[in-house]
């Protein structure tokens, strides 16, 4: 790329380390949820960046009387692209060679996606959830907020050319359109906040504008280049120190899918946020902008955004079933590793080209050709390739009594579900289908895994962030208002039993209390009666539409959570939760899978067989430590199956 002309702003290392925090904040929230309110280093991230884009633009405005887009956006694509596609690569290799061919279109569309900075929008589209992550994690599933600011440096400079080269007019008017712009942003995220998608919202260029926009209008309001009094820098320092200390809370208690944060606690970080950048304008004269300069968390903002692009695909890749070892010790191991590649990128990679350039040919020509050459390696790492069938272990005999037959064939084949026809399955096979949430998912395909040692055929259709009373407004009493059903996991229950025809179905919730309902406005969890008296109705009333499709129908009691899914309030929740389930089960004269009582025969729960974590995240059962809770599973539902006809019949 051509050497560009750089508008220049002081350097002030307090705004390093305040990426350095950003980027801690969100590696921390990525690992297993350290830091539960972790994600929140995003937005700090959105309003250092609407600060000093915004400050380097009206720094060359004011040197020069007008604004040198290519130049700019060339400084962009230096900072920005080397890195983006190094990556791409390595995300072509682990599709290649580590990722399962269910998760090869996925990988691909979201690589794609990220190369055209609009992975924000395929999450929308695509009804992601960024709280599902850890259950069926993408290695690109971060670069939504890439896209985001990718956007922005697009758009933004646009808008001021329009007001100061076009309009004619100066920071007074720029000032206007970025606080009509900052007041729509939010207002836009409360008209389209909905607390069972908040997908919408969290992912939204427009819904999320308004932290950059929030950091323009400090850049506009206090410009870089300010010198502060000592005394003003003082009083800044008190309002610093309240800062940290607010933000410290909310960075470890917020909890991402809480209403309070669409209604406020992101514009609460956002302002928290201006105040710090406050302080570090003022220099070395503030305390504050002193503690975050110290040089390693500098250094760490300086290589923050190799550290953001390679965490995740790191924590993808490095799972305790794969590394063999867990908790802290796997962590500090991702850490390190993500660490040693961000140095190693920032000082051989990264800022060669951002200040000389490319090392050789045209970026006319190089720049497009790296693109096309990184979305190829990625169509080729990602082609299609055949589902192994559920593996048999060799160690493991078929049941006593029994000839062992071929395996079962799996019914299931990527993202499409459709069932064999009764004659290619062995003779009285007996069909099990599982119901429910990302547990069910988890578990379902540990027991289709296993499910010739009992000469079984499991299917499983578990919808990841399910909720049976999503969308369903209650009133005080906990009887219906309206007539809402949930579109997602719990609507398809009645269709799968009838198609499907199963001998036996499980229902699954193991995440269903954290399921929230709104009360007259008010949101209730499951120990409070509107929530109890509606989950219950809603449950009878599934039992009820599935009928004798369902075959027997088994109810799970669900374990306690661990690690960063429990937190305060929950195991009283999952008490309540599992009291709702008996309920249900004495009402229909249902059976129970006492999994609870498996699984946490005390508060403190089994975390390992044989030093395998049975769930690796705590609340999912998952890689081989799943093998002995699906094998439980399959033994128990073994003496609740009904006899069947030799036919395939009820």
Avoid at 265 to 285: D, P, Q, S, T
Avoid at 531 to 556: C, F, K, P, S
Wanted: aromatic fraction near 8%.
């Amino acid at each position: 790329m051509a050497s560009a002309h750089r508008a220049t702003i002081p350097h002030l290392p307090a705004l390093d380390g305040l990426r350095g925090v950003a980027v801690i904040g969100v590696v921390l929230f990525h690992a297993d949820a350290l830091l539960r309110g972790g994600y929140l280093g995003v937005d700090l991230f959105f309003v250092l960046s609407g600060y000093l884009i915004t400050s380097i633009i009206l720094s060359e405005l004011d040197a020069t009387g007008t604004l040198d887009l290519k130049a700019f956006w060339v400084r962009r694509a230096r900072r920005l692209f080397p890195a983006l596609l190094s990556i791409m690569p390595a995300i072509a290799l682990y599709a290649r060679f580590v990722a399962g061919a269910d998760e090869l279109a996925g990988l691909r569309n979201d690589a794609l996606a990220t190369l055209a900075y609009v992975a924000n929008w395929r999450a929308i589209f695509s009804e992601k959830s960024y709280w599902d992550l850890f259950i069926a994690p993408s290695p690109l599933e971060h670069t939504w907020s890439l896209a985001i600011e990718e956007q922005f440096y697009v758009a933004w400079p646009l808008i001021v050319t329009l007001v100061f080269g076009v309009l004619r007019k100066g920071r007074k008017t720029l000032l206007g359109v970025t606080l009509a712009l900052l007041l729509g942003s939010m207002l836009l995220m409360l008209l389209l906040y909905d607390m069972d998608r908040t997908s919408r919202v969290y992912f939204g260029t427009d819904t999320r504008a308004a932290s950059i926009l929030a950091g323009v209008v400090l850049s506009i309001l206090l410009p870089a280049k300010t010198e502060m009094s000592m005394r003003t820098a003082r009083v800044l320092d008190g309002f610093g120190a309240f800062t940290i200390v607010v933000l410290g809370v909310a960075w470890v208690k917020l909890d991402g899918q809480s209403t309070f944060v669409y209604h406020g606690g992101f514009w609460l970080n956002e302002a928290l946020a201006l105040v710090l950048i406050a302080c570090a304008v003022a220099g070395k004269k503030s305390l504050v902008a002193r503690l975050f300069s110290v040089r390693p968390l500098a250094y760490m903002g300086t290589i923050s955004y190799g550290v953001y692009l390679w965490h995740w695909p790191i924590d993808c890749l490095l799972t305790a079933n794969r590394t063999h070892i867990e908790g802290l010790k796997l962590q500090l191991v991702r850490m390190s590793l993500t660490l040693v590649i961000a140095m190693l990128s920032y000082r051989f990679f990264e800022r060669p080209i951002r200040m000389k350039g490319l090392p050789f040919g045209k970026p006319i020509w190089v720049v497009p050709a790296a693109f096309a050459a990184s979305a190829l390696s990625v169509v080729a790492g990602t082609r299609a390739r055949p589902i192994p069938p559920a593996p048999v272990a060799a160690h493991d005999p078929p049941p006593q009594g029994h000839s062992f037959h071929p395996p079962f064939p799996s019914a299931y084949a990527a993202d499409v579900e459709t069932l064999l026809p009764a004659s290619e399955l062995p003779a009285g096979t007996p069909r099990v289908l599982v119901v429910g949430d990302s547990v069910a998912q988890k578990l379902g395909v540990s027991l289709r895994h296993r499910q010739d040692e009992r000469r079984m055929w499991v299917a499983h259709r578990g919808v990841g962030d399910c909720s049976i009373v999503q969308n369903l407004k209650v009133d005080r009493q906990g009887h219906p208002a309206t007539a809402v059903k949930n579109p997602g996991c719990a609507s398809r229950w009645v269709l799968d039993t009838a198609e499907l025809k199963p001998d036996l179905t499980l229902i699954v919730l193991g995440g269903g209390y954290y399921a929230q309902m709104m009360v007259e406005g008010k949101p209730e969890h499951a120990c409070e009666a509107g929530w109890h008296a509606t989950y219950r109705a809603r449950l009878v009333e599934l039992i009820d539409g599935m009928g004798t499709n369902a075959g027997q129908v088994v109810i799970t009691l669900v374990p306690y959570p661990m690690d960063r899914w429990r937190y305060e309030g929950v195991v009283e929740w999952v008490e309540c939760f599992n009291g709702i389930l008996k309920e249900v089960a004495d009402e229909k004269q249902l059976p129970t899978l006492d999994l609870m009582g498996h699984v946490c025969p005390t508060q403190d729960c089994i975390r390992a067989i044989d030093g395998v974590a049975q769930r690796p995240d705590g609340l999912h059962p998952d890689g081989t430590g799943a093998e002995e809770m699906s094998r439980w599973t399959l033994a128990q539902l073994l003496t609740q199956l009904p006899s069947r006809a030799p036919d395939g019949g009820h």
